[in-house]
């Protein structure tokens, strides 16, 4: 069990920083090259696809004001519009919405890029926490710099299943040894450039009881971060945001973000449902699959609402 002087070390010994060159802005994404994406699509043996995301519900999730025009021609300014059919057309209409929503936090499903946390003021690469500005966003290691997507092979480590339970109690932590295990037991092995998705169960108790409230939950301990560095994992994710909460470390909150995100450039997938993805793998046989995320575009942001599909 590595001691708070340990972890608080992993900024240095795990440390990414200059790895892929000083203006490197992708981190662990680097991992993921053609060959590794080539191997992802040789993981597709079953054609079957899942989605890992939850549905983001309105109103408690999002902000939504919807628009419908049953007869476009008939909206106010019709008549000045510049194609001339569109106001004698009257079959047609519409609808359209206006969309605000935090995705942040222990909920909806997103990814975090780099920039989204700071140690000492200081980002991913050695940047100050200053190239984020509250009119612009981010000028540094934003979610845009995985513009391309995400593609890679996924590989999901159900450790409910490994350790029997339907799900992990909240403030359990899932250690080196849990991940080894499941790899033992699912006949699959995490290499580099993988995403890997850790199962706890917290999917199954949303599922079942609704929402859990206050902020203990079972997720990854801070002595799996050398164990991913070591394996050269591109992205992790989780069904809850990632961190066991309590982290056991008085002066670090949440380790495996802060050392992830800053140190070490490793994205993330928070707050996954992966109860589909894992009835899916366990049905097949299969716990390797390929795993596309695409992040929108936000300018400047810290992460953005993802939908990642597995691929068996």
Known sequence: MPTQDDVLGYFNTLSNWGRWGDDDELGTLNHITDDVRLAAARAVRHGRSVSCAWE?????????????????????????MPVPAFHADRRWGFSSERLGITFHGNTLTHVDSPCHIFWDGTMYNGRSHSLVDAATGSAWAAVTAAANGIITRGVLLDIARVRDVPWLEPGQGVFPDDLEEAERRQGVRVRSGDAVLLRTGYGRVRHEAGEASGFTQAGWHASCLPWLHEREVALIGADTPQDVQPSGYEDVLMPVHAVSLVAMGLWM???????????????????????????????????SPVNPIATF
Do not use: I, K, Y
Request: aromatic share 4%.
């Open 269 to 303: 997938l928070d707050n996954c449902d992966l109860e589909v993805c894992a009835t899916t793998a366990a049905e097949l046989g299969q716990w390797d699959f390929h795993l596309a995320v695409a992040p929108v575009r936000f300018a400047g942001t810290s992460g």
């Open 56 to 80: 983001v519900a309105v109103p408690e999730d999002m902000e939504r004001s919807t628009t419908t025009c049953p007869c476009a021609a008939d909206m106010p300014g019709a008549e000045n």
